[in-house]
């Protein structure tokens, strides 16, 4: 008989979480029977609809909790005969109350990410102690970086036993140039980013970063993605005369894949992550990195095996790193290599699938 098996997300546009849930459905066995409830959020939500492996899709409201939504949801999944309930992040994370309803129901629980960095002391120990008092109710919870879950434990948030850390994984881009891209960076020592523009992937740093790049006329940044800080930072490009950024929005797997593939160096300047998806892109099509020395990201860019990594505040050090691998081409094409490597090893769909099957098997013994 087929496991059944629904993951829960309070969100389904784009982001980390919903691109998990996408890969997790399309790659998963046949011994899985695969459920959803998630918001009306484009893209997913419609490429979720038309997929044959969902067996039921269930509507929850946009990054908010609901109780009538919470209610009707007990009774979907007792309908629908779930065994493995998997809420993704903290929006759905609040939907583990359904333990109450259903104690035989197993219930797991997925970070996405430890984001206590915008929050006060005060509402830390809030969330300490919610998340604490949310284990009564979380048969098992997933940390997607080995440094989330020493986070999570330090912080006294769960214990080990109640962790499994399992790495985020994806299907590897390919390198494909187009002759118009090539053209138009012929030349130039590209360095690339894939980012929300917001306060956690801290762009502004990337911003001064550039400022102070632009005496070098060849190396040239790209910038892909969008959030609320894109159009400050194209504002602020054009009033200061900043032209080594080209701003070129939301690209979907094949055009990520033609903008890497004019790519020398990746550049990350988050100012904290769980596991971020972008980086390990990067990695699998073989970009050497330079990161930001926060959780996940020090993960996927291991210092001086295919990156370097510096100090979040730490402009000059980013630069100097990034001038390092200019100057030096051998290293760079090392970097290159490894970053395949480190790929390969840790960050594979198949890897990434296995280990959530092996654990759905396990919890259900």
Same mark, same amino acid.
């Given at each position: 008989?087929?496991?059944?098996?629904?993951?829960?997300?309070?969100?389904?546009?784009?982001?980390?979480?919903?691109?998990?849930?996408?890969?997790?459905?399309?790659?998963?066995?046949?011994?899985?029977?695969?459920?959803?409830?998630?918001?009306?959020?484009?893209?997913?939500?419609?490429?979720?609809?038309?997929?044959?492996?969902?067996?039921?899709?269930?509507?929850?409201?946009?990054?908010?909790?609901?109780?009538?939504?919470?209610?009707?949801?007990?009774?979907?999944?007792?309908?629908?005969?779930?065994?493995?309930?998997?809420?993704?992040?903290?929006?759905?994370?609040?939907?583990?109350?359904?333990?109450?309803?259903?104690?035989?129901?197993?219930?797991?629980?997925?970070?996405?990410?430890?984001?206590?960095?915008?929050?006060?002391?005060?509402?830390?120990?809030? &969330?300490?102690?919610?998340? $604490?008092?949310?284990? #009564?109710?979380?048969?098992? *919870?997933?940390?997607? /970086?080995? %440094?989330?879950?020493?986070?999570?434990?330090?912080?006294?948030?769960?214990?080990?036993?109640?962790?499994?850390?399992?790495?985020?994984?994806?299907?590897?881009?390919?390198?494909?140039?187009?002759?118009?891209?090539?053209?138009?960076?012929?030349?130039?020592?590209?360095?690339?980013?894939?980012?929300?523009?917001?306060?956690?992937?801290?762009?502004?740093?990337?911003?001064?970063?550039?400022?102070?790049?632009?005496?070098?006329?060849?190396?040239?940044?790209?910038?892909?993605?969008?959030?609320?800080?894109?159009?400050?930072?194209?504002?602020?490009?054009?009033?200061?005369?900043?032209?080594?950024?080209?701003?070129?929005?939301?690209?979907?797997?094949?055009?990520?894949?033609?903008?890497?593939?004019?790519?020398?160096? &990746?550049?990350?300047?988050? $100012?904290?992550?769980? #596991?971020?998806?972008?980086? *390990?892109?990067?990695? /699998?099509? %073989?970009?050497?990195?330079?990161?930001?020395?926060?959780?996940?990201?020090?993960?996927?860019?291991?210092?001086?095996?295919?990156?370097?990594?510096?100090?979040?505040?730490?402009?000059?050090?980013?630069?100097?790193?990034?001038?390092?691998?200019?100057?030096?081409?051998?290293?760079?094409?090392?970097?290159?290599?490894?970053?395949?490597?480190?790929?390969?090893?840790?960050?594979?769909?198949?890897?990434?699938?296995?280990?959530?099957?092996?654990?759905?098997?396990?919890?259900?013994?």
């Amino acid at each position: 008989m087929k496991k059944r098996v629904i993951h829960v997300t309070s969100r389904a546009d784009y982001g980390g979480a919903p691109n998990y849930i996408n890969t997790m459905i399309n790659n998963m066995s046949e011994d899985f029977d695969i459920y959803l409830a998630c918001p009306k959020d484009e893209p997913y939500y419609n490429i979720w609809s038309n997929n044959k492996r969902v067996k039921g899709l269930f509507i929850l409201p946009h990054r908010e909790f609901s109780f009538k939504h919470f209610i009707n949801l007990v009774k979907f999944v007792k309908k629908n005969k779930i065994q493995v309930f998997q809420a993704n992040g903290k929006g759905a994370g609040s939907y583990r109350f359904i333990k109450l309803f259903n104690w035989k129901l197993k219930v797991l629980y997925a970070y996405r990410g430890f984001h206590i960095h915008k929050y006060s002391n005060i509402q830390r120990k809030f &969330y300490f102690a919610y998340e $604490r008092f949310m284990t #009564l109710f979380t048969d098992k *919870v997933i940390n997607v /970086s080995k %440094g989330e879950q020493e986070q999570c434990i330090d912080k006294g948030v769960l214990k080990k036993t109640l962790s499994c850390q399992i790495y985020n994984g994806i299907n590897p881009l390919k390198k494909k140039e187009v002759e118009e891209l090539s053209n138009r960076y012929k030349g130039k020592f590209v360095i690339s980013t894939l980012s929300r523009f917001d306060i956690q992937k801290n762009m502004i740093l990337m911003y001064k970063i550039a400022q102070e790049l632009r005496d070098y006329k060849d190396i040239h940044f790209i910038w892909i993605g969008d959030g609320d800080d894109k159009p400050i930072l194209e504002q602020k490009a054009v009033d200061e005369d900043l032209n080594n950024i080209d701003f070129v929005g939301f690209k979907n797997h094949k055009e990520i894949a033609e903008f890497f593939s004019v790519t020398d160096l &990746y550049l990350t300047t988050a $100012r904290w992550e769980g #596991l971020p998806f972008a980086l *390990v892109e990067a990695a /699998s099509i %073989g970009l050497p990195i330079v990161a930001s020395d926060v959780v996940g990201n020090n993960e996927v860019c291991l210092d001086e095996i295919n990156g370097l990594l510096y100090p979040i505040k730490d402009v000059s050090k980013a630069i100097e790193h990034i001038l390092s691998l200019y100057e030096n081409r051998l290293k760079l094409k090392q970097f290159s290599n490894k970053s395949i490597d480190v790929f390969n090893t840790y960050f594979t769909v198949e890897q990434m699938v296995q280990n959530h099957e092996n654990l759905y098997s396990q919890i259900l013994l």
